[in-house]
């Protein structure tokens, strides 16, 4: 189905609410915009909801540069509902657009950039959103047509009850790969390369493996080892896993659990222990976490995924990729240490394997300036088969 677009041109506000975000304090205001001689421009962002709060760092006019010597372009602030705001006084940046696609039935957000060159979809991990991906959108839609989805169940997806499927599981590594590939198909309409972080790594290997002739390559930014896996526990606990996991499920203690870990500080303490550069774990980045957690159904499939113990694991689903496969790691990951992701390398499938030094777990957000480069090189590499497979089909068609 067509996708229907929901970007909001930056000339017609109507009802939506401006935040100011200073270093000092925030306002509110709605309607009646001004911004005090204290902010400059890139500080204004606008919010869905009156309660949707974004912290922009005031220092946003920069240059970085990645330890390839590449520079990787001013950062750019791209705001809700596709509106994006250049910190560059004048020079043209490229929006990003946030849409909806109707898929079986579900809504789903992901949000999207640029016209020309290879497609990249980027893929996020558990509890997090596309907004994870808001440093680097912009950046690679300078040369590629870039989408960055949320998967069914997180982000500003729709978020079905897992309680209605009965005894299916429906949050599943199969369920969030036929998305993907189905997403491909209708929206990108091409073949893609999918960029990956945690989770969303064993998403991407498994959409390869149900439909390999999709998939270009795939970029696996530390990948979840799935260490909670019941292959991965003694024999002996693994009933006890299990009548955990249905206390969790089926009692108030799931939702205590829930409710404790949803709140501002929570969320910023989780994100502190995950990135070794806790400067970046600012007001902005919990939020986007935080507010799709906190709507209609979020709680549902929060408490169902961190009891799903079953599924692929990454090194069943590596020997089964026909693609090429390049694996980057931040090498200060206390969920997924290096020492272990560094067996992914001996798979015929991984190219590469590259470390992200003094990075932690989400290396997309933490350190664009060096993830950025990296998918741009790994792109180039292979995108040009994908066009000269992409003119074999045309004139065959």
Request: positive net charge; glycine residues 6%.
């Given at each position: 189905?067509?996708?229907?677009?929901?970007?909001?041109?930056?000339?017609?506000?109507?009802?939506?609410?401006?935040?100011?975000?200073?270093?000092?304090?925030?306002?509110?205001?709605?309607?009646?915009?001004?911004?005090?001689?204290?902010?400059?421009?890139?500080?204004?962002?606008?919010?869905?909801?009156?309660?949707?709060?974004?912290?922009?760092?005031?220092?946003?006019?920069?240059?970085?540069?990645?330890?390839?010597?590449d520079p990787i372009d001013e950062k750019s602030l791209v705001l809700d509902d596709g509106v994006s705001i250049s910190s560059n006084n004048g020079s043209?940046?490229?929006?990003?657009?946030?849409?909806?696609?109707?898929?079986?039935?579900?809504?789903?957000?992901?949000?999207?950039?640029g016209t020309s060159g290879p497609a990249l979809v980027l893929i996020h991990g558990f509890g997090a959103n596309s907004d994870h991906w808001r440093k680097?959108?912009?950046?690679?839609?300078?040369?590629?047509?870039?989408?960055?989805?949320?998967?069914?169940?997180?982000?500003?997806?729709?978020?079905?009850?897992?309680?209605?499927?009965?005894?299916?599981?429906?949050?599943?590594?199969?369920?969030?790969?036929?998305?993907?590939?189905?997403?491909?198909?209708?929206?990108?309409?091409?073949?893609?390369?999918?960029?990956?972080?945690?989770?969303?790594?064993?998403?991407?290997?498994?959409?390869?493996?149900?439909?390999?002739?999709?998939?270009?390559?795939?970029?696996?930014?530390?990948?979840?080892?799935?260490?909670?896996?019941?292959?991965?526990?003694?024999?002996?606990?693994?009933?006890?896993?299990?009548?955990?996991?249905?206390?969790?499920?089926?009692?108030?203690?799931?939702?205590?659990?829930?409710?404790?870990?949803?709140?501002?500080?929570?969320?910023?303490?989780?994100?502190?222990?995950?990135?070794?550069?806790?400067?970046?774990?600012?007001?902005?980045?919990?939020?986007?976490?935080?507010?799709?957690?906190?709507?209609?159904?979020?709680?549902?499939?929060?408490?169902?995924?961190?009891?799903?113990?079953?599924?692929?694991?990454?090194?069943?689903?590596?020997?089964?990729?026909?693609?090429?496969?390049?694996?980057?790691?931040?090498?200060?990951?206390?969920?997924?240490?290096?020492?272990?992701?560094?067996?992914?390398?001996?798979?015929?499938?991984?190219?590469?394997?590259?470390?992200?030094?003094?990075?932690?777990?989400?290396?997309?957000?933490?350190?664009?300036?060096?993830?950025?480069?990296?998918?741009?090189?790994?792109?180039?590499?292979?995108?040009?088969?994908?066009?000269?497979?992409?003119?074999?089909?045309?004139?065959?068609?």
């Open positions: 189905m067509a996708s229907t677009s929901t970007v909001m041109p930056f000339s017609k506000l109507n009802n939506k609410y401006l935040f100011l975000c200073p270093s000092s304090q925030r306002g509110i205001q709605k309607n009646n915009i001004s911004t005090p001689p204290s902010l400059n421009f890139s500080q204004v962002v606008l919010g869905r909801k009156p309660n949707k709060l974004y912290g922009i760092n005031s220092n946003s006019r920069f240059a970085v540069f990645s330890r390839f010597n043209s940046q490229l929006q990003v657009h946030s849409s909806m696609w109707k898929w079986r039935g579900y809504s789903i957000r992901y949000q999207h950039a680097n959108i912009s950046v690679l839609a300078k040369s590629h047509r870039v989408y960055s989805i949320d998967l069914i169940g997180y982000g500003y997806s729709e978020k079905p009850n897992p309680r209605q499927f009965g005894d299916t599981s429906f949050y599943t590594f199969e369920t969030w790969a036929t998305q993907l590939n189905e997403f491909c198909k209708e929206v990108v309409k091409n073949e893609a390369f999918f960029i990956c972080n945690s989770i969303g790594g064993v998403v991407g290997l498994q959409a390869e493996i149900m439909e390999p002739s999709i998939c270009k390559g795939i970029m696996l930014l530390n990948i979840s080892l799935r260490m909670l896996h019941i292959k991965k526990q003694p024999w002996f606990a693994r009933p006890f896993i299990r009548s955990f996991q249905n206390l969790l499920r089926n009692t108030a203690i799931g939702q205590y659990f829930f409710k404790t870990v949803a709140t501002p500080e929570a969320v910023r303490n989780i994100l502190s222990q995950c990135y070794h550069d806790t400067s970046q774990v600012t007001d902005e980045l919990v939020q986007s976490i935080l507010l799709p957690g906190l709507e209609p159904g979020a709680r549902d499939v929060f408490l169902e995924f961190i009891c799903y113990s079953g599924g692929p694991l990454p090194e069943e689903l590596l020997p089964r990729v026909k693609c090429p496969v390049l694996i980057g790691w931040g090498d200060k990951d206390p969920w997924e240490p290096i020492e272990l992701g560094r067996a992914y390398k001996n798979f015929d499938s991984v190219e590469d394997f590259v470390v992200l030094p003094n990075v932690g777990h989400c290396p997309q957000d933490e350190a664009p300036n060096l993830v950025n480069p990296l998918v741009k090189s790994f792109v180039a590499r292979h995108a040009t088969s994908s066009t000269a497979n992409l003119a074999s089909k045309t004139a065959s068609s």
